[in-house]
C-alpha cells in the first residue's frame, strides 16, 4: 500500500512540471505570403521615401546604369603618362627598341653634374642671407644654453612664473655662472628663479622704462638705477614693480610721478636677501 502511494505522487509531480521544450508551429503558405507582402512593401516605401527626398530623381533613373566618373579618371589616366615622367625606365622591360642608352647616360650625367656644380653656390648665398639678421638678433639678445639658437621665438617666456617676459617693462634678460640665459618679467621672478635652482647671478640687461615701446632700450642691470614699489603699475610685471633707469638722475626725476624708491642695483638685490 506504501509502495502504490510513492508511485502516484511521483506521477503527480511529473504532471505537474512544465515543458522545457515547445516545439513551434509550422508555418503555413499563408503566413509565407503574409512575410513576402510585408517584404516588398517595405522596398516600395523605401524607394517611394528616395524619391521624394531627391524630387529631381525618377523611378527610372534608380535603376538606369551609368558608368562612375572615376572609372572615366582612371582611363584617362592609363591613356597618358604622368607629366615628368618616361614611357619606360631605361634598360628595364618595355624600353623602346634602338634607344640609344650611351647618349641618355651622357645628358643624365651633364645634368647631375649641372646640379652638383650649382648646389655649393645656393648654398653660400643662403647662409649670407641668413648671416645677418642671426648676428644682429644675437647682438640684442643673449641665446639661452651653452650655444646660440638658430632662430628665435616669437616672444620669450619667463622662465619662472610662465608669463610674456619680452612683453613686461621690466623685461630681464639674466646671465648666470653656469652659462644659461634665462628671460623673465620681473626682478622678483629672478631672484625666486635662482633661489629656486640654486644659481648666481652673473649679469644681467633690463629694460628702459622711459625707452619708447617701438624702440626698447635694454640697460647693464649693474650700472642701471631703480625705483622700487613704484605706485605706478608696470605694465606685464609680476609685483612689486620696478623700473629701471639709466642712471640716478633720470631715476629721480621720474620719482614724484612714479613714486617707489630710488635704489642703485645693490640696493635693490638687498630686498630679496
Known sequence: ????KKIDIKKEVDAEEPELYVEPPKLTGRDALGVILAL?????????????????????????????????????????????????????????????????????????????SSAPAAETSTQEQAKAPAESTAAAVPASGSAAAETQPEHFICDF?????????????AQWTDGMTSHHDSWDCVFKYGKANKMTLASAKVLDFSSPKGAPVMLDAAGAWYLHKTKESIAGSMPPNVAAYANRAAAEKALPAMGGEALDFAGLKAKWE
Do not use: E
Open 40 to 116: 516588398v512593401a517595405l522596398v516600395v516605401i523605401g524607394i517611394g521615401g528616395y524619391i521624394w527626398l531627391n524630387p529631381q530623381l525618377s523611378a527610372a533613373s534608380l535603376f538606369k546604369h551609368q558608368q562612375p566618373a572615376a572609372s572615366a579618371k582612371n582611363a584617362a589616366s592609363t591613356t597618358a603618362p604622368a607629366a615628368g615622367t618616361t614611357n619606360a625606365a631605361p634598360g628595364g622591360a618595355g624600353s623602346m627598341p634602338g634607344m640609344d642608352m650611351s647618349g641618355q647616360t651622357t645628358d643624365q650625367n651633364s645634368q647631375s653634374s649641372a646640379t652638383t
Open 1 to 4: 500500500m506504501t509502495k502504490d
Open 161 to 173: 612664473c610662465g608669463m610674456f617676459a619680452d612683453r613686461s617693462r621690466s623685461y630681464i634678460i
